[in-house]
């Protein structure tokens, strides 16, 4: 029985590698993969019911969890009716963040899950090749596979920091060093495609805080860095449109995207002063928004949501989902940050830097609205934790 539930545990991760691969190509193709890996781990918690281990180092990121889904209920009173509420909650804090679940209760093949990772990364590298050819022959911003360029953007803040420790640890294989190698000058230059301003924001201020203690002791490497920030900064200077793009981050006034954003944070700040506690219900914004809260100094008619992650969990959930939200974000960042102060391992460091930079590109953008983004962060956040453990799991499934 041991060898069957490890052959479908196998099946099961090689479903959420192609679903994470092809989820942005075709989501239709995404949906069916994500849709086989859910049936197997369903069928896995029925068979070892009595069973099921949560490791130690994973309990506080399940009570973390608990906590914020607590702090969501109340909002269900404001739903507008119980089965839109269960559906919007089923869809953004249940299904999305199921790969964290699936990974960190049955995966036990840390190798398996590094091939997996390797994957994803060589296949976002030609995410952002395809981007780079849209900005280069269309003339437009590179969006990648499919979606937005804010989803491709979104994408590339979490694995960004993962690829440049990868690149930098002596932790990791020479093949997965290999693999970071060839993929870094496509994730780079898929970043410029996109010109996305709250990804570059984001990468300027992460990935330093996570290069700095590799690259004090490293000269080659803060050479490397060295040349590439200044070709990095030449490359931009003479690119009229970069360096407007640059200069617009500021732009509160002229640039209508800069300023609409403002406006929308306002009818948010108005809708949680109506709705404080719980919130229009989740799901909500946008009926509210259409019906009562839209000002009439936006010129974008047609935006939806509020361009920020706490913003829209509040205004949807209230101070109670907010401070949920909040909490769980505090308890990653600062739980990886001690363990790497204590430890250096650099699975912490990753976890630590792709969160720091999903919270700070989700200042100016809902990205937890992205699906695909949101379930490619938490099947990195499982991963990164089952290889940070060390070794492999205890037998704890039972037949």
Sequence with gaps: MTQN?????????W??????????????????????AILICLYLLYHNRNGIFVEDGFKGYYRAFAIFFITLLPSLCFAGNFSTWIKNFAEMWLYRPLPFFMVTLFIRDRELLNKVLMIFISVTAVDCTVALYQAIALYARGWGFGGSQLQLASLLCILMPAVVVILLDDEFSSRAKLVAKIAFPFLFAGMLAGRSRGLWL?????????????????????????LIVAALCGFSAAQPKFVERVKSITNI????????????????????????????????FKKNYFAKYQLREIKQRHLNHTHNNVLQICAETGILGALGFIYLSIYILIRNFREWLRRKDPYSLIIWGSWLAFIIFGIFDVIIDHSAVTRSWWFLLGTMLVMKNGKSYENDLKQ
Excluded: E
Excluded at 5 to 13: A, E, V
Excluded at 18 to 33: K, N
Excluded at 253 to 281: C, E, F, Q, Y
């Design 202 to 226: 984001a990468l300027v201020i992460v990935l330093p805080l996570v290069m700095w203690r590799y690259l004090i002791k490293n000269r080659k490497a803060l050479m490397v860095t060295v």
């Design 15 to 36: 479903a959420m590698c192609i679903a994470l691969c092809v989820q942005r190509l075709s989501m239709s193709a995404g949906s069916v993969f994500w849709g086989i």
């Design 253 to 284: 006034t002229t640039d209508i995207s800069n300023r609409d954003r403002i406006v929308m944070w306002r009818s948010a700040k108005n809708m949680i002063k109506d709705h404080p506690l719980t919130g229009v219900g989740l799901g909500q």
């Design 5 to 13: 539930y490890d052959k479908l545990i196998k099946k099961m991760t």
